[in-house]
Nanobody, 123 residues
Framework: QVQLVESGGGAVQAGDSLTLACTVS????????MGWFRQVPGKEREFLAA????????LYADFAKERFAIARDNAKNMVTLQMNSLKREDTAVYYC????????????????WGQGTQVTVSS
């Protein structure tokens, strides 16, 4: 059974930084492409970032390039998303996902999803 569990969400102030973590169990994490998404109620889930299995190559949505950074630690079966200079519009549920190709992850084609963690940014 594959499980992805996000953590690190919470309520922060605008301008703060926050790092989300996603721990994966039940499969060979080191062979999976990992991604982060977010969703606001009433809107479609949107892609934020992805990272290859070896951690060498990362891919970002245009709006996420300057403030977000994805990283992974294959020894800990963990992928993180560092978010800087948070804005109110970053308020959303954040999800991690596992898949096979960055091109597919970017389009939301993923094999497994976590349950999500809420991030609320207030001014």
């Amino acid at each position: 059974q594959v499980q992805l569990v996000e953590s690190g969400g919470g309520a922060v102030q605008a301008g703060d930084s926050l790092t989300l973590a996603c721990t994966v169990s039940g499969r060979t994490f080191s062979s999976s492409v990992m991604g982060w998404f977010r969703q606001v109620p009433g809107k479609e889930r949107e892609f934020l970032a992805a990272i290859t299995s070896d951690g060498i190559y990362s891919l970002y949505a245009d709006f996420a390039k300057e403030r977000f950074a994805i990283a992974r630690d294959n020894a800990k079966n963990m992928v993180t998303l560092q978010m800087n200079s948070l804005k109110r519009e970053d308020t959303a549920v954040y999800y991690c996902a596992a898949g096979q190709r960055t091109s597919e992850i970017r389009r939301g084609i993923c094999d497994y999803w976590g349950q999500g963690t809420q991030v609320t940014v207030s001014s």
